[in-house]
Structures are given as structure tokens and as C-alpha cells.
């Protein structure tokens, strides 16, 4: 089994600075209500303000007991958007500006968004805006995607997937019927909305139609059949405050950010006003509570304003503006209620998740930096929250564990005794213990004392500061016994940039690898990990990691040092291989017993087994391909099994369900793309294996079959198995267990639905000895995404035909030559190989124009990490970097579908695309064809299949080589 290391995980603390502790809140609120003011800056709520009362702080949430100042920045950007502002705000992670709570960067996996922790803890939620509902703040808590634009995506995932009982805002990209077949009562006036019975309603959507063209609310003041933020704030709370177990609401002032962009000085006032009255709605509701946190910020500033004078009350103030745009200016945060005492100093806009969900608890607790954690830093500012109990505190600080657990108020290690819960150590240009040194763990300890002074021991935390290059490293230095598949990582250096490359070296000579000579070079990496490829048993082996310290220019690189481990003599062959659907033909539902209906392969979801909407009342059959097993034959599957991801929860989640699994006996597995063959009567294994999924009750909650070996073993001891074959399972109706008549459905995310949470298939295996890597690798085209067409001159490409004209297609681009791209993922060749013969195979879909001579040219794309042909968001094929090696190919006539025919040999493009330094296993190639300007002008076309007409004849990469 591949060694994967435990990882440190850095954790962002709460950037309070020192308060009193009177009034501590004891448990996680019952109810939140988070109040965002988009866009509003200091001065917004000062002007505001000023017009109202012509005294500073005199807005309704001036008055909370507790405020602070929040940092605002994204993952990527020192001035954040709504998107990104939003998330940090909703999930407590920092993500990409345009990312509605997704890892981006990371994993791209769904963030968890306050909505759906107090969601899963059966709470109500809801989301009231004066923007559209799919705008990106309210997204951000109710959605997961890639981009904020996706709003008819966004607006699904509300329908679908998170489900908030409450929806309140402008109307905009989703239908009154489709809220109204996911259940939710429909109101499109004030009228309407304020006449609702909210001890009747559940689920309310409020669709506001805008009086013009910008599907906003209007600006404050406007009259008519519109309601105003502090009514759609009361009707939410009126039907939230039903639900006994408590709910989240979050209202955004959406207008005031639209004001500042335009530097209307009147209108983000107003805004400003009607936000703080329905903030002051919350306020006369939560009276005599003590079980509510209300909690009002913003995502950020916008316009930069600046009020130079205040004109009393009444009259609008005199301002300035600096921008048009964000700005990267702190915002306000006020807190009242339960939690509360924990908003105070300077914060950062990830702190309010946890803020909302946190639960304090007894003595000295939620350390920071939290405990065992990496601090990238040579200063600390200790931080902690203290019980209800607590008057002051002891703080005890070292670099040995029992000094700190031992140490008393006599000890050298006794810091200090304070009623604050912050204390700054280290002074940057000082020795220890003033300044905190490279590559040192620190512990340290807070004692509480009450009012009796009584004192209450805390537990010993610590963090580690990183060494002055890389370190750590992972096996250790000198380990021996080390597994034949091993993952190498370490620790970065101090001052390494998350985004900034490791240039990693490996080999069986120490003295290469310290001067980066023969094979060693491995190329860049963006993470710290590198694998290499399957190592010899008894050999000892060499690496080092060189980093960047610093980022662009003004970075410089630190060489790393040299670490051994040998590998073990009598090593285990233990492996394991994830392998996610990759193609929205990969995934299908077929209506059981209906030859005539066939199958559905671009739902946004895979019903396990009934799907009403396409299949009446009968079970369907489910069928996941999954592509590139690279399994070898005569290994043995000790473990495998499907993971799915629940998409939305619903009334039949809970309810019993009892399935059955077998495979698809075929070596060769159709996709399901139109016109292959039904699912239902595709070749069985004998292996059929039973699965009653337990309840799913959240989404985004993964689920994994039983133990599917026994299919897998089936499967790859068949004659003819080999490394990279694709392997199909099916799920229908368990007959055995038919009489039961079950009802229980499970609804799992598709690729369609969601890329990164399509079904994926986890399989461990082991080998008798180490495989020989075949020096030949063939990588066929493997999604829509990756072969595409681009007409000259129409700026823009066509990623979804069925073939590939090569190099004319009349019906997209008039007449004119094009260009055509084709992608190929994970190409297996070391750095460092020669290419010995290379080719592209293309088969042929249709005849015509095929005997006439056509003077092709064929190139690559020189980037090392190519993009896909995404519509809209990558590059133009033409525009893309273009190796040097360019290959004149006259293709043969093409007579026959079916027929494949061959590229002149491109192994000079290949040799040049990965002698590039950063070149490793495993990057993608891009290869690209087009018209070759040196030869005469032709009329022949060259008609291949394309991967969107049948994917096992899609363009083939043919690669042999030496090493």
C-alpha cells in the first residue's frame, strides 16, 4: 500500500487581541443570524451614521457589546471578491477570488458552509438578500461551484442539493416551477410574502421580479409591491423560529456594494440605513434571549470611501471615493449574544465559522497557534479562550515538554500573569527566548485562575517552527526497511511560498544527486510530495529538495540536503489505486425492464434505484465505468469497493434499500454513449455481491459499497487482462431480496453534477514481485474535454462534435481551415527518456473528402501543464506555446470507417515537451494539428472519430522509448 504521510495541518487562530472575559457564553448558539453588509467599509457605517443621527456609531448594531476588525483578503488576491469573501465567511477557508465554496486551491471537494452544519444538525436555514438569490454571498453559503457565475448551477444546488427552508431576494435563474417541484411555496410580491402563514410554511422561495433590467431590488427609497430587507428579514424569522432545535439565517445588504462600485454617494448611504433597520428587526426578535448569536460584518469595502465631513443629521455627508472597486480596507464586525466575547482586536474573515460553532469549553482551550501545528513564523502571538470561571491566567513558555508540564510560578519558563488571553513572544532580531528559532518545537501552557484563586492546570500545546530549508523528510534520513511504492515528502523551509515550485532530485548515486547530474532531476513540484516510480528491493537510494524562498523576482532558491533510506530487501507489494469517473458517458441510469427506454447519461445525479421523473415507479439499473485500472494481471485484490457522494437528502433517504453489485465481464467495456448496447444486458461476473447502504442524511455525506473484491478478481484474471483496461460495475435491484419491495432510494452525485464527487473506485491489490515498466505507452483521449476543433479566425473552439475534420469543416466554419487539439492525460515517461518513435492514431468516421490530398502540420504545446478544452475558459488552441519541433504529415487516403491511420513520427516534439526542466511522470501532452502553410493549398479532409463520437476510437497516443 502506497505510504501516505500524516499531515500537520495549519490552522488559521482567532486574531483577537487582549479583552475581559466577563459574560463568556456557555454552548453553541441555538440560533445564528449573520448579517453581511456587502461592501460596507468604517466609513460606510460613519457616513451612515452621520445622515441619521449627525453622531458617529449611532446605527442599531453600534450598540453590540463586542466589535472588531476583520481582514478581508482571498486565497490568490490582497483585495477579495463576493465569491471568495463569502466563502471565508461561510466555511472558515480561504479560497480563489470567482470560487463559491470549493477547495480551489486544493482538492476542489465541497467546503462545508455554516448553512449545512447547522443544517445536518437539524436546524432550518435561510438566505435573504436585495441582490438575486444566486448571487455570489448567498451562494457562497448555499452552493458549491467553481465559479460564481454558474448561476442556473448554483441555483440547483439550492433546489437540490442544500435545500435552505427560506429564500428570499430578487428573481433570477431559477423558474417559480422548478422551486416549485423541489416543494418550496412561491410568493412574487410584498403582498403576497407578508400575507404568508409562516406556522404553515416550510419551505418559502420569495422571487422578487426587478422593476428594470438589473434583476436587483432597487435602490432604498422605493414603494410598490417590493418589500423592503427588514421585512424579508422578519417574514425569515418568522418561519425559522419555528423549528424547536434552533436555525441559521444569513441576510445580506446586497446594494451597498452596487452603490460603492458606482460612487453614489446617496444610495449606499440609504442602503447602509435600511441594513442597519433590519438589523434592528433581529435585535427586537432576540429580546430576552440568551440562546441567539447575532453577528454583523461585511465581505469588504467597496469605492474606498472616505467621509470628510459630517453635515448633521438629516443631510448627507460630505465623502471622497478612491476606487470604483474593492479595496483591501479591514471591515467592522459586531457580535451580541452567545459567543460574542470572542469578537474582539483584529480578526480575519475565516474566524466566523468557527465563531458560530464553537463550543467553549473548560480551562484554557483553542490554542493558537493551535497545537501541534507548523508556524511559519520566527514571532508568536500566543492566543486561547478561557472558561466562564476564569480571571486571569499563567502562561508558561519553553523548548522542553516537562519543563513546561513541571514548571511553576518560579520557573524560568513563567511568562507572565495577565487577564488577557493573547501574549506576544518573541522580538524580531533577538536570540531566544526574545526571537523564535528556525527549525525549533516550542511548548508552552496557560494555568486559569478564578476569583478565589484557584488554579486550574491547562494542557501542555506546542508548534514547530520550519527549518531554513526543506526538512522532515518522510521516510526519515538513513531509514531502512522502506516499502518499493513509497511517497516521498517533507516540510517546508521557512518563507517558502505556498504557490512557488520544489525542485526535487533522485537517484542511486549520492554524489548525482548532489550536483543534479545523470537522471536526478526530477523536475518541479507544487506540492511537497514526490513518488517515484516502483523502487528495486535491497537498493539504497538518494533525494533532495531545493526550495524557493520568497516569491516571483525578488525569491531565491535554497539548496536542500542530501537524504538516503533503503528499500527493503523482502518488501511488501502492496498497492492501492483510486480511479474517479471521468466523462459524463462514463455514468448512466437505464429504466429497468423498458428495452424501449433506454438509458439517461447526463443526469446530474444517479438515483440508487428509483427515479420517478424517468422511470415511473420501477427500479432502474446504474452503470459507472471507470477508465485506465492500472492493475497488472496475477495480482491479488485484497480490498475494493465504490464510494458515492450523497447529493441531496429526501424522504426516502433513510428508508431501507437492498442492492446488488456485479461487473461487466467485458474486457473492453462499452461507454455509455449513444447507441452502445443496455446497460441491463451487458455480460455479467458470476461475483455478485450485496449492498444495503446505510441512511444518508447530509449531503456532500460519502458512502462505500461492501467490499466489491471478489468483482474486481473476476475481472483482471481473465485471459487477456492488462494494465490500463477499463472495468464497469452495475448496481440494480438485489432480486434475491425482491419480496421486500424497498423504497429507500440514495441519491448520489454523477459526473454531470459534480466532477470532483462523481463515483470513484477504490481497489488494493498486491504482487508477487516487481512489474517491468513496458517502455511503450498508449494513452487514448479520455473525455469530451480533451479534442476540440477551433476555426480560423472565429475565436473560439468546438469541444462536443462527434469527429475531427482534419483540417475543413464546412458546418462550423464555413469553408476555412481549422485548427484541431488533442489532449492526453497522465503520459508515463521519466524524465530524462529518449524517444525513441512517437505518433498520434486517428480512426476514421466518414469517407468524404478522404482520397484528395491533405498537407497537414503537427506541434505541441510546450506548457507543462496543458489545459483541457473547457469551453470558455481555456486559451484558443492556435495561441497556445508551440515546441520548436514542428511535423510536415500527408496523411494516406482514408477509404474505409474504421480505418486508422497514423501521424508521420512526432518522437522529436515529444523529446522536446519533456526535456523541459519540470518535466515529471504523469504530466499531460498536448499535441496539435493544422494547416501547413509551406506546402499548396488543399481541398482533401481527413475525418477521425472524436472522443464525443465513440471513445474507445478516439485519437491514440503512441509513445516508445528508452531509459
Given amino acids: 500500500m502506497a505510504k501516505t504521510r500524516a499531515q500537520i495541518i495549519y490552522i488559521l487562530p482567532l486574531l483577537f487581541l487582549t479583552f475581559f472575559i466577563a459574560n463568556i457564553a456557555h454552548a453553541t448558539p441555538k440560533n445564528v443570524i449573520f448579517m453581511i453588509g456587502d461592501g460596507m467599509g468604517p466609513e460606510q457605517v460613519r457616513a451612515a451614521s452621520f445622515y441619521v443621527t449627525g453622531e458617529p456609531n449611532q446605527l442599531s448594531f453600534s450598540s453590540f457589546p463586542y466589535s472588531a476588525l476583520c481582514t478581508t483578503h482571498s486565497a490568490n488576491a490582497a483585495i477579495t471578491d463576493s ?353 523564535l528559532v528556525p527549525n525549533g518545537t516550542y511548548y508552552w501552557r496557560v494555568d486559569e485562575i478564578n476569583d478565589v484563586n484557584d488554579i486550574s492546570k491547562g494542557e501542555v500545546w506546542c508548534f514547530t517552527i520550519p527549518g531554513e530549508k526543506a526538512w522532515g523528510p518522510d521516510p526519515v534520513d538513513g531509514a531502512e526497511n522502506v516499502e518499493a511504492n513509497i511517497e516521498l515528502s517533507w516540510f517546508n523551509a521557512l518563507g517558502v511560498v505556498d504557490d512557488e515550485p520544489h525542485h526535487v532530485y533522485f537517484g542511486e548515486s549520492q554524489d548525482d544527486v548532489l550536483a543534479g547530474t545523470g537522471n536526478t532531476d526530477k523536475g518541479l513540484f507544487s506540492d511537497s510530495i514526490y513518488e517515484p516510480e516502483l523502487l528495486e528491493l535491497g537498493k539504497t537510494y538518494y533525494w533532495r529538495v531545493d526550495e524557493k524562498i520568497g516569491e516571483g523576482r525578488r525569491g531565491y532558491w535554497v539548496e536542500g540536503d542530501v537524504w538516503s533510506f533503503t528499500v527493503s530487501e523482502t518488501a511488501s507489494l502492496i498497492f492501492d489505486l483510486d480511479v474517479r469517473v471521468s466523462s459524463g458517458i462514463d455514468d448512466a441510469e437505464e429504466g429497468n425492464g423498458d428495452e424501449d427506454h433506454g438509458y439517461y447519461n447526463d443526469s446530474s445525479d444517479l438515483e440508487l434505484l428509483d427515479d420517478p421523473d424517468y422511470n415511473g415507479d420501477e427500479k432502474q439499473v446504474v452503470g459507472i465505468h471507470f477508465r485506465n485500472i492500472a492493475i497488472p494481471a496475477g495480482a491479488t485484490i485484497t480490498k475494493a469497493y465504490v464510494e458515492f457522494t450523497c447529493k441531496e437528502v429526501t424522504d426516502e433517504s433513510s428508508d431501507p434499500a437492498y442492492l446488488s453489485i456485479h461487473g461487466n465481464l467485458s474486457l473492453a467495456p462499452e461507454s455509455f454513449g449513444s447507441g452502445t448496447s443496455l446497460i441491463s444486458e451487458r455480460p455479467s461476473t458470476d461475483a455478485k455481491i450485496s449492498w444495503q447502504p446505510e441512511a444518508w442524511t447530509s449531503a456532500g455525506q460519502t458512502s462505500q459499497t461492501t467490499d466489491i473484491s471478489s468483482i474486481i478478481q473476476e475481472l483482471i484474471d481473465q485471459d487477456g487482462w492488462v494494465s490500463g483496461n477499463s472495468v464497469e460495475i452495475i448496481v440494480c435491484e438485489n432480486e434475491e431480496l425482491s419480496y421486500t419491495n424497498f423504497t429507500g432510494v440514495r441519491v448520489a452525485r454523477s459526473y454531470d453534477g459534480s466532477t470532483t464527487q462523481a463515483p470513484l473506485l477504490h481497489i488494493e ?199
Fill in 83 to 435: 465569491a471568495a469573501a463569502g466563502t471565508a465567511l461561510a466555511t472558515g477557508q480561504k479560497v480563489n477570488n470567482d470560487v463559491i465554496s470549493m477547495a480551489i486551491p486544493g482538492d476542489k471537494s465541497d467546503l462545508e458552509t455554516l448553512l449545512e452544519y447547522f443544517k445536518a444538525r437539524g436546524k432550518m436555514t435561510g438566505l435573504v438578500t436585495t441582490t438575486y438569490i444566486t448571487h455570489a454571498t448567498p451562494a457562497a453559503f448555499g452552493a458549491h461551484e467553481t465559479s460564481r457565475t454558474n448561476y442556473d448551477q448554483i441555483g440547483d444546488d439550492y433546489r437540490l442539493q442544500t435545500k435552505p427552508n427560506v429564500l428570499i431576494g430578487a428573481a433570477a435563474h431559477v423558474s417559480k416551477s422548478e422551486f416549485e417541484n423541489a416543494g418550496y411555496t412561491v410568493v412574487t410580491g410584498r403582498a403576497d410574502m407578508l400575507a404568508i402563514d409562516p406556522n404553515a410554511t416550510k419551505y418559502l422561495a420569495v422571487q422578487i421580479d426587478s422593476p428594470d433590467s438589473s434583476n436587483y431590488m432597487p435602490y432604498e427609497p422605493y414603494s410598490g409591491d417590493l418589500p423592503h430587507l427588514t421585512e424579508m428579514t422578519v417574514t425569515a424569522l418568522d418561519i425559522l423560529d419555528n423549528e424547536p432545535n434552533g436555525f441559521f439565517l444569513m441576510v445580506e445588504g446586497g446594494r451597498i456594494d452596487h452603490a460603492g462600485h458606482d460612487n453614489l454617494r446617496d444610495n449606499i448611504i440609504l442602503e447602509t440605513v435600511e441594513f442597519s433597520n433590519s438589523v434592528q428587526a433581529v435585535i427586537d426578535w432576540a429580546k430576552g434571549r440568551e440562546d441567539t448569536l447575532i453577528l454583523v460584518t461585511a465581505d469588504h469595502e467597496t469605492g474606498g470611501l472616505h467621509v470628510t465631513k459630517n453635515n448633521g443629521q438629516g443631510v448627507m455627508p460630505t465623502v471622497s471615493w478612491s476606487s470604483t472597486d474593492h479595496t483591501a480596507t479591514k471591515v467592522p464586525v459586531y457580535a451580541q449574544g452567545e459567543n460574542s466575547f470572542i469578537v474582539s482586536g483584529l480578526m480575519d474573515n475565516t474566524d466566523m465559522f468557527f465563531l458560530c460553532t464553537c463550543t467553549p469549553g473548560e480551562g484554557a482551550w483553542n490554542p493558537g497557534p493551535a497545537d501541534c501545528s507548523i508556524h511559519a513564523d520566527t514571532q508568536a502571538t500566543l492566543r486561547w479562550l478561557g472558561s466562564e470561571d476564569a480571571a486571569s491566567f499563567n502562561i508558561y513558555f519553553g523548548t522542553d515538554f516537562n519543563d513546561i508540564n513541571d514548571a511553576n510560578t518560579a520557573s524560568v519558563t513563567f511568562m507572565a500573569n495577565q487577564d488577557g488571553m493573547s501574549y506576544v513572544i518573541g522580538d524580531i532580531g533577538s536570540s531566544y527566548p526574545d526571537e
Fill in 765 to 963: 491489490y498486491e504482487l508477487d514481485e516487481v512489474p517491468q515498466q513496458e517502455p511503450i505507452v498508449n494513452v487514448r483521449v479520455a473525455s469530451g474535454t480533451d479534442d476540440a476543433e477551433e476555426g480560423i479566425g472565429q475565436q473560439g473552439y468546438y469541444n462536443t462534435s462527434s469527429d475531427l475534420e482534419l483540417l475543413d469543416d464546412p458546418g462550423y466554419n464555413a469553408g476555412g481551415k481549422q485548427v484541431v487539439g488533442v489532449h492526453f492525460k497522465n503520459i508515463n515517461v521519466p524524465a530524462g527518456a529518449t524517444i525513441t518513435n512517437a505518433y498520434v492514431e486517428f480512426t476514421c468516421k466518414s469517407t468524404t473528402g478522404g482520397s484528395e490530398p491533405a498537407y497537414l502540420l503537427v506541434w505541441g504545446n510546450l506548457s507543462l501543464a496543458p489545459e483541457s478544452f473547457e469551453k470558455g475558459t481555456t486559451s484558443l488552441i492556435s495561441e497556445r506555446p508551440s515546441t520548436d519541433a514542428k511535423i510536415s504529415w500527408q496523411p494516406e487516403a482514408w477509404t474505409s470507417v474504421g480505418q486508422t491511420s497514423q501521424t508521420a513520427d512526432i518522437s522529436s516534439i515529444i523529446q522536446e515537451i519533456i526535456d523541459q526542466d519540470g518535466w515529471a511522470a504523469g504530466n499531460n501532452v498536448e499535441i496539435i494539428i493544422g494547416e501547413d502553410t509551406s506546402m499548396p493549398e488543399f481541398t482533401g479532409v481527413r475525418n477521425a472519430q472524436s472522443f464525443d463520437g465513440i471513445p474507445s476510437q478516439a485519437p491514440l497516443l503512441h509513445v516508445e522509448y528508452e531509459y
